[in-house]
């Protein structure tokens, strides 16, 4: 139960890093310690994971066991990242805002296997061995490397200086985002109304 808890804390932290605090919802505790109101967040970012319905993966090359029918809960997580991103995005392309951009990518590199563990797991109901290995994994294993690889670009240890690096950090997010959704459209998922939204976004 406690490794849950932090994991969850941990994925909200990522998460939140590409959002404004008080969109978050932020409640400050002490000086020196904040905890996240998953709620407030999920309100913040127009989610409605609980109850939602979604379709059963279909059988097919990969694998999968025709009696999991995904649940929003299990992949809400890898959903978070990608629409949070949209916030990353705007604040890279304005060379103003690369230092608030630059600390959000160092608190997501922080935990840099999370959401491919996150991914790994949510296959794993899915495949029965080595889910690790999976493409669809390393959609998001790909998207995460693109997003941290994004700190060093704003440090200006890539060559690039603003809007030359504003134009490189924007692509690397975009192109994130649309390794996030290939990872949806091909895992069954696309019928949940707000995921097919986020797939028809970033194709």
């Not at 970012?45 to 059988?59: E, K, N, V, W």
């Not at 890898?78 to 304005?94: P, R």
């Not at 994994?137 to 809007?163: N, P």
Request: some cysteine.
């Amino acid at each position: 139960m406690k490794v849950f808890i932090a994991l969850s804390l941990a994925a909200a932290s990522s998460a939140a890093a590409f959002v404004i605090p008080n969109e978050v919802g932020w409640t400050k505790k002490t000086s020196l310690h904040a905890q996240i109101d998953r709620r407030a967040f999920a309100a913040a970012a127009g989610l409605s994971f609980a109850g939602a319905a979604a379709p059963a993966l279909a059988i097919g090359s990969y694998g999968r066991e025709a009696d999991y029918v995904p649940k929003p809960e299990d992949y809400k997580q890898i959903y978070f990242l990608g629409t949070t991103l949209d916030s990353l995005a705007t604040k890279v392309a304005d060379p103003a805002q690369f230092e608030a951009a630059r600390k959000g990518v160092v608190e997501f590199n922080k935990e840099p296997s999370f959401y491919p563990d996150y991914a790994r797991r949510f296959i794993s109901k899915s495949v029965q061995k080595n889910a690790g290995a999976d493409e669809r994994v390393g959609y998001v294993r790909e998207a995460c490397a693109k997003i941290g690889s994004i700190q060093e670009l704003l440090e200006g240890r890539q060559g690039l200086e603003g809007e030359a690096a504003s134009a490189e950090a924007v692509k690397r997010v975009r192109d994130s985002q649309r390794l996030i959704a290939k990872f949806f459209a091909e895992s069954g998922i696309e019928g949940e109304e707000k995921v097919t939204a986020y797939i028809r976004a970033h194709p």
